[in-house]
DNA sequence: TGACAGAAAGTGAGCGCTAACGCAACGCTC
DNA sequence: GAGCGTTGCGTTAGCGCTCACTTTCTGTCA
């Protein structure tokens, strides 16, 4: 919270004056032999080059930020990042970003407006080549603060509203819809939608929202929805079950936020000696790698983590280039395993 | 790879001059209305208040850390981030952090010695306040810039060896040793180690000697290796089962580098016919939420991931606000479920 | 031989901020 | 009312680098 005393480390580094003193040059011509090779003398380059190694120059990026006209910090704020899918995201995000010399600074939100609201303020004040950020619906004042700056900002993770910039995502009401037919394809006719839905977490409530809308089109009873503000884990998936099925016991299928949730459903499914899938179809939203492997296998959505990492860094790449915003959507795919029965012919 | 051109954006941001010369004072009187509001009349500063506001000033951290004697960046090297453990470490380390006003500066050297360097002077360029580092086994160039730089740098995830500076961790060596005694504990004979194992992962290594060590103690057959430099997913997993079990069908306990190979092993000793835990037991690493919950629920060493980026972040303050460097061993704990028989008396 | 490109290196200003210092205005004491 | 500390603000000097501009050097050709 405080501004707490940061006393910089021990001796001066070397700079790029010690450099250039050692060498017997001016120092813009070692800041060129390290920027535009090409226009120094390649005996000289030889001899900076020397120099540079004997006295272990490391650039001072702050002065050169400052001095420039480029930088080469790209903000990345995400929601969450334990045993996250955004973990996935970040870690493709950064290492496409670093081999264009671009440094990613990472913040973390946790689901709070208020939170993002000040990491993109800290971030601005790097004056990053470009932003990303997960989601599209954020606090007022940081879409503000993004607008302003005129900073290139690639939203991930989600293409349903008015991006700031690009967007790099998934329609996640179609997504919803797609679980709930999938569901009703199987023959289930009473669904719920179970899992941690956090105040930010607008992906969960469109997706949500989906599915009510193909359930409401069927004719079927209504959604029913158990949900927490809590993070979403296993134990959190036993607790909700057992609330839901004392409300609805007529439920036979549900739709899960996340797999980690899903994975407390299913046992607490067999706890209540409901078979799955005969009795009851479990559905859900991640697809880490150990979903295939519960038993029974968990059905879900495969978002392409990859891609939107992938995709994000070269609309970052494009902006920053210059070009035009973008609007991307990118693939995602239902995973059919042993917790829903076999679609119906 | 190259510096590409990155032009920042738009109009220019609103400096410290700028909002002076609105409020009618001078830049210094406003730069100690932000960072050291008690020398400024309460009036006076509420007009510079409101003159932020409006201007929408985001302080430029570029300039403020060239001109000023601290930093407020530290920076942080994990070999990977994807579905990885070290994501929880980060979360954590990054979110204490920030509550000091410390910037988290994020690379992946993805099992890389030579990318890890590269890291480390692309870090180190920010003048950070104080470097953290997944392991004690760097590339020796990397180690010797750390060290030169006198950037106070905390270790993590291992203790064993000699750390640069500080090291919070554990003793996998010692963790190693727990899994084949535990094994040996349950009855197991003929033991193995199956799993990912990076050139750059000495933790794995150490793992597999304390547990080869224990072994060989015991008067046992030798441990079986059976590794891949492949990323550790379930479906390597399966596969170097298939490889081991062909060259030695005697196995009955196998240790695995980490509870993602665990999955693919279980599953491939069901497909070879071999019952778990009664024919063959299986321990691993890592123990994210899934583990608990596979059948057979998978016993695994559960290391304190908050734990570890807690201390991390505590002894980052620490030695920044001048203490001495601290080396600090973090708990980890035996999970024992389904997937070894019960230990005999 | 002199003029003249073009390449190679130097000069000087300034990026936006912090920090040491300076100095007026005020209240307090004796 | 002279002396003195305090408060509250301005002045000045950089931090280490980049960039536009200028100067010097090198080689070519009329």
Redesign the interface.
Known sequence: ???????????P?PTLASVAQRVGVSVNTVSRAL?APQTVRPELKRRIDAALEEL?Y??????G??AG????VVGVVVT?????EF??V??TL??QL???????????S?YDLQEEQR?V???????P?AMAIIGVDHHPGAT??LR?????TVEMWDICGEPIDSAVGMDHEAIGRAQAEHLIACGYRHLAFVGSVRAADTRARKRAGGAAAVIEAAGLSPLAVETSPEGG??SLGERLLAALLAEHPEIDGIICNSD?VA??V??GLEAAGRRVPEDCGVIAFGD????????PALTTVRPSRETIGRVSAETI?AR???EAPRRVSVDWSLQHRQSTRPARA
């Not at 969450?80 to 996250?84: E, G, P, T």
Request: glycine content about 8%; proline content about 6%; cysteine-free.
């Open positions: 919270m405080a501004n707490d005393s940061i006393p910089l480390s021990g001796r580094a920027r272990n490391v650039p001072n990026r702050l002065a930020g400052l006209t480029r930088s080469n969450s990042l334990f045993y996250s973990a996935a970040v870690d950064q290492t670093l081999q264009h010399d671009l440094q990613v600074m990472l913040g973390n946790r990491l303020r800290a971030l601005l004040s790097w004056r080549a503000d603060l302003a700056s005129g900073v290139p884990n296993p980690a994975y407390g299913l046992r880490p790698e150990a979903s295939a492997y519960m038993r790449l920053i280039a210059g």
